[in-house]
């Protein structure tokens, strides 16, 4: 009796005509690519990008990235607490250790703090002693500010995350990564008209990502456009959660944060 061996994958490979594996090294490129980048790709691990359907239709998440900013957050600051909103800011260590004081703030404020790693690289080329290094950097910078020792989120700079991130963030102990479903477009100085119509699109269950920083940027733009909305999503009958509200700890420590597919 001759036994079967079933066919690996590259013994399938092996069979196919010439001609198609570069198409075959195109699409898996294109794949990597796609999981790398796309907020809602979750081919390198689970992700939060949404408000939880359970949590009903009517929230909205504001995360603002990359500061602090001397220039741009006191003005956000003030504004979300004229509206009496809190938001989940994702802070850069080099920005934490320029605007100790600013930190402070936003967390006595109650916005959540998350990690947005020491220097803001692409995280899909650094090895994984890398990126804990960018992780664990920017936490004693946040921590050195606000005596917070524990951060439960990171969101990984420009999005882009490799096949190495998942592990490292689960081991320094974040619960997940945190991406957007929702963006403006905002992070280079413009006019706040064009940030205006594009958060038109903003619907209710979105996580919504913003930028104030780096420090020392122009981020008009992202206050005007905010100014703008924020009493309109109000009269919505919207409410603003931060990531803090959506998972909250004592549901956390039943288990893992639910991924989203």
């Known amino acids: ?52 359907a359970s949590r009903g239709s009517r929230e909205l998440a504001l995360t603002i990235d990359d500061g602090p900013n001397a220039g741009a957050t006191p003005q956000l600051l003030a504004l979300l ?92 102990g974040y619960e997940s990564v945190v991406m957007w479903s929702a963006l403006a477009y905002d992070w280079k100085p413009q006019p706040a008209a064009p940030v205006i119509e594009r958060l038109r699109r903003v619907r209710a269950g979105d996580i919504l ?5 780096p420090n020392g940027d122009d981020r008009r733009h992202v206050v005007d456009a905010l100014a703008y909305w924020l009493p309109r999503w109000r009269d919505a009958g919207w409410e603003f959660v931060t990531l803090e509200d959506l998972f909250p700890r004592e549901a956390a420590a039943g288990g893992a944060v639910p991924a989203q597919s």
């Open 81 to 172: 607490d004229q509206h009496r909103v809190h938001a989940t800011f994702f802070l850069i260590g080099r920005c934490v250790r320029a605007c100790p004081e600013l930190t402070r703030e936003i967390a006595a404020r109650g916005h959540t703090v998350g990690n947005h790693t020491d220097t803001h690289p692409n995280l899909f080329w650094l090895t994984r002693a890398r990126i804990a290094e960018e992780l664990e950097r920017c936490r004693e910078a946040i921590a050195q500010a606000t005596s917070r020792t524990v951060l439960r989120w990171m969101r990984p700079p420009y999005g882009f995350r490799g096949p190495q991130l998942n592990s490292v963030v689960r081991q320094q």
């Open 1 to 52: 009796m001759v036994l079967r061996q079933p066919f690996s994958v590259l013994n399938q490979v092996a069979l196919l005509p010439w001609g198609t594996l570069p198409t075959l090294a195109v699409a898996g490129a294109s794949l990597t690519a796609w999981g790398a980048m796309h907020p809602s790709a979750q081919l390198f691990g689970p992700t939060i990008r949404s408000v939880p």
């Open 209 to 213: 990502l913003l930028h104030d920083g």
